[in-house]
């Protein structure tokens, strides 16, 4: 199964390495699935084929289904573009009426039923999911059908889906009539070998007439030559025509991303609020772990202290000795709770990140790590402060997957910054078949990461290494 992992930009990094940018997938950590790698598991890698795509195109189902699109949009557009022309004309016509305002309004509503069509046709077509746009909402105490009136004229969405009504008729026109004249026409004239034996049959001339002048000269394309020659440029025309289609294709994409889609604000702000639910929850998750370690911790052992220390205080003046081996005791628990703690608050924020930078800190952190680890951090300065913790706490999380499941013998970890990343690689020699769905702990790793504008990605294949890498704003 292979597994996209995104582009590399950038410049900066040692050995030519940049930061990955927008993969498709999040991941998750190692997981226990068939032959132990991941729930699903990995299958060899796909065998690229060895028919070359221009002899593949003309009878790929890519092809076949955005010549059907770019066919059926002509009838779809020429509906829309009635539509928004005589719905904004009438509801023009009458604004000096009260009439003009709902005839308008029901014109603009109309664009966007028809907008959602064309978003569902483009993703089953072409394959593009787009999003739906805002849905209209009326000003914040307003009600009732003049308020849903005032909020359709004030939408952005509203008017960009009735630009695409009247754009859209004039290049599915053009795009139609384009696909439609090269696609026939050149399977009629591949297979124009196949048929030739019909015209002197049947209608009575020795071949496809090429031209002709009434009681003059006519050429026709009937001798082997003239055929196969004939057949030859029809084949050119059928290996070139998908990729005609493909590029008309890619004009409707961006017609419906620009026009039909939601805005960049509104995406933005959409992805704000699902990182604000992701911050908050993780805060939660982190609160009750607190919790949960204090209280099954440093706490009950706190508890068993006190109650040690006051049977030693009643053994006092009856058996000093053994008021004295009880406070021994008392004394080494008080070692083991200092320690618990001071683990608790390595956990919130190690002292040595905030004193002496993510490098020292790293390492303490590999030292600790079952598995033999190299440290390497090639920076010029310190980031902030809430990069710098982000960075610490995913390589702690992945030190800790490589323990608990990759059968790993070494590792590494290179932190470096490209222009404005900085870039967190952490690679094991163990099994690999780290998988990238939801339901576990990469997967956990990368919201967090996205809270912040980060990125993760997984490349893990079956028998390893794995490497995972790790981006995050460079915010100084």
Known sequence: MAIDH????GQGGRGGRGGYRDPDAYGHAYGHGPDGYGPDGYGPPERASRVPAVLRAPLEGRTWREFLYLVLSLPIALVGFTYAVVMVSAGAGLLITFIGVPVLAAGLAGCRALGAVERTRARVLLRLD????????????????????????????????????????????????????????????????????MYPHYWGQPGMQLYGESGGASFYLDNPFEIAVTSAVGLVVVLGTPWVIRGLAQVDRLLVLGLLGPSRMASRVTELESDRVVVFDTAAADLRRIERDLHDGAQARLVALAMDLGLAKEKLEEDPEAAARMVDDAHGEVKIALQELRDLARGIHPAILTDRGLGPALSALAARCTVPVAVDVDLDSRPAAAIEG??????????QNISKHSGAHTATVDVWRSESRLML???DDGRGGASLDKGSGLAGLAERLDAVDGLLVVDSPVGGPTTVTAELPWRG
Request: glycine share 8%; hydrophobic share 50%; charged share 10%.
């Open 6 to 9: 995104g582009e590399y930009v």
């Open 130 to 197: 787009v999003g739906s746009p805002e849905p209209v909402r009326p000003a914040r105490g307003r009600t009732g059908p003049m308020a849903w009136i005032g909020a359709l004229f004030k939408s952005g969405v509203s008017w960009r889906h009735l630009l695409y009504a009247l754009l859209h008729l004039p290049w599915a026109m053009a795009s139609s009539f384009t696909s439609l004249l090269l696609w026939s026409m050149g399977w009629a004239v591949f297979l124009y070998p196949a048929y030739q034996w």
């Open 390 to 399: 982000s960075a610490y706490f995913t390589v702690s999380e992945l030190l």
């Open 425 to 427: 690689q952490v690679r």
